[in-house]
């Protein structure tokens, strides 16, 4: 049996860290409104912005 632990909104140096995609990259599109708001990304109170872990798979293979 595998154990599979969801991660959900998480800060953009987890999401490096695990994706292996850059900061730079993910600003640089969100700005740009390639990615989604509210789905992929959102900006918390404090203003940090957070990224969805498991929603970006599905971005990326319905955007390919």
């Known amino acids: 049996m595998e154990t ?12 490096e860290r695990l994706k292996g995609i850059k900061k730079d990259m993910l600003d640089c599109r969100r700005k740009d409104g390639k990615i989604p708001e509210g789905h992929i990304w959102r900006k918390a109170p404090d ?18």
């Open 4 to 15: 599979y632990v969801q991660l959900g909104w998480v800060l953009p140096p987890v999401f």
């Open 47 to 64: 203003g940090r912005v957070y990224y969805h872990f498991e929603r970006w798979n599905e971005y990326v293979e319905n955007t390919l």
